[in-house]
């Protein structure tokens, strides 16, 4: 069994930065693409950032220059450095995460269960 945790959510001024923290854990052979989503009041989730295990890197256009993903493939851990938050960047942050448990099976995806940002004006 696999399970993603994130941590380093919480209340943040705008222009204020917060780093959050998501690590894997369970049976885990190899990790593929580990992602940030994020989900705000009514509306849809949406994809914030990607990074492969290669370290490739993608942003959505509203994060691109203030936040920055990375990952510690040791520690099967991704982190999200949000710096000059703005109050629409309050929202619900999802990790997930494309795992293998062996070589014996295929990718699977797996979410956590989220952390609140709410960045106050």
């Known amino acids: 069994q696999v399970q993603l945790v994130e941590s380093g959510g919480g209340l943040v001024q705008a222009g204020g930065s917060l780093r959050l923290s998501c690590a894997a854990s369970?049976?885990?052979?190899?990790?593929?693409?580990m992602d940030w989503f994020r989900q705000a009041p009514g509306k849809q989730r949406e994809l914030v950032a990607a990074?492969?295990?290669?370290?490739?890197?993608t942003y959505a256009d509203s994060v691109k220059g203030r936040f920055t993903i990375s990952r510690d493939n040791v520690k099967n851990t991704v982190y999200l450095q949000m710096n000059s938050l703005k109050p629409e960047d309050t929202a619900v942050y999802y990790c997930?995460?494309?795992?293998?448990?062996?070589?014996?099976?295929?990718?699977?995806?797996?979410w956590g269960e989220g952390t609140l940002v709410t960045v106050s004006s």
């Open positions: 369970g049976t885990i052979f190899s990790i593929n693409v």
């Open positions: 990074i492969t295990g290669d370290g490739i890197t």
């Open positions: 997930n995460a494309d795992i293998r448990s062996g070589p014996q099976y295929g990718f699977m995806l797996y």
